[in-house]
């Protein structure tokens, strides 16, 4: 049977892989968004839309209107625990089925990072919901690689405060495809998903990937992670977040981050992408 998907966060990293699979498959979905600029590029791929915002109740009332199921995403933030839960109210009183939602490895109600914290708030809401749920709980992003293609372009170097830890990394067109599974497959109801690269790899082995893939060397060079959370606050990060991503940085570089997770192929079927694929894949970005 056929179900509404309502999808959020579409526009973003994730998101927007979850459309594209969504609609390589011709699933019945429904993107949200916020405004009618961000929907113009998704309608013009042939992906319907509905405006709305999480801060927004009314609107979400009415995208909300008929779903079975959602892709719950958003930015993290010590708002996102209202807003997520604001989503997750309207979802109950609508009658939606499940609720898929892209958490964080290692979140827990007492984690030290809010980021953590906050993510564990919105499962726990969804829980007490009663309403069918499947948590992915990825690793890091190897697209967050795609914000160091500056100095990659212009300097063949690397700079990152990780030592020579090595990091469960995942590409998140493996997190879209897990989540695909689950909204549109049965069996993930009540599962939690941890998202993992097929291999942990450091810096260092990022660099080898990057030097094989551009044909130049590009160098990793470890800086402290006093100077990584000043650039940070200079960036304008807001405190709370260079502080949280600075500590998150610290296990990363102490070697204390390179478990990996079998979810993904036992929930796919196919192996995760290695970093040598994302590398390939989107060279176009550090070229
Ligand atoms: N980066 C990592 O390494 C990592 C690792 C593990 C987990 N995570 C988690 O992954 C999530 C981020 O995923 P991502 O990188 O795909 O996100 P992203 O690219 O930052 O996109 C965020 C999406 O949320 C939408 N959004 C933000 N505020 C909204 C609001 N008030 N109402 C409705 N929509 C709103 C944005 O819409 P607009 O286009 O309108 O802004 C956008 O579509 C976070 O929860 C993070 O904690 C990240």
């Given at each position: 049977m056929k179900s509404n998907i309502l999808v959020t966060g579409a526009t973003g990293t994730i998101g927007s892989f979850v459309c594209e699979q969504l609609k390589n498959i011709n699933a019945d979905f429904t993107a949200l968004v916020r405004s009618e600029e961000k929907a113009a590029p998704l309608n013009q791929k042939g992906i319907k839309t509905v405006i709305g915002d999480f801060s927004d109740t009314a609107s979400l009332e009415n995208a909300l209107s008929?779903?079975?199921?959602i892709f719950l995403l958003s930015v993290t933030s010590p708002e996102s625990p209202k807003l997520q839960g604001n989503l997750v109210r309207i979802a109950k009183d609508k009658g939606v089925k499940h609720i898929v939602k892209v958490s964080a490895l290692?979140?827990?109600?007492?984690?030290?990072f809010g980021i953590g914290r906050y993510h564990a708030m919105t499962e726990k809401d969804i829980r007490d919901s009663g309403i069918a749920y499947t948590f992915l709980q990825p690793h890091s992003?190897?697209?967050?690689l795609i914000f160091e293609s500056a100095t990659i372009k212009e300097q063949s170097a690397i700079y990152a405060p990780m030592g020579d830890g090595k990091i469960g990394m995942v590409d998140v067109r493996d997190i879209a495809a897990v989540a695909v599974k689950a909204l549109t497959e049965?069996?993930?109801?009540g599962e939690t998903y941890i998202l993992t690269g097929p291999e942990a790899i450091s810096y260092y082995d990022i660099a080898s990937a990057l030097s094989a893939t551009l044909g130049k060397e590009v160098k990793y060079i470890p800086v402290s992670s006093e100077v990584a959370h000043q650039g940070m606050l200079d960036s304008g990060m807001p405190e709370w977040l260079a502080d949280d991503l600075t500590g998150l940085n610290q296990v990363f570089a102490a070697g204390k981050a390179g478990d990996i997770s079998p979810d993904m192929e036992n929930v796919t079927g196919r192996k995760p992408h290695s970093i040598k694929d994302f590398v390939n894949d989107f060279a176009y970005m550090f070229n």
């Open positions: 008929g779903m079975d199921k290692g979140t827990s109600l007492d984690s030290k992003f190897m697209q967050n049965e069996g993930h109801e």
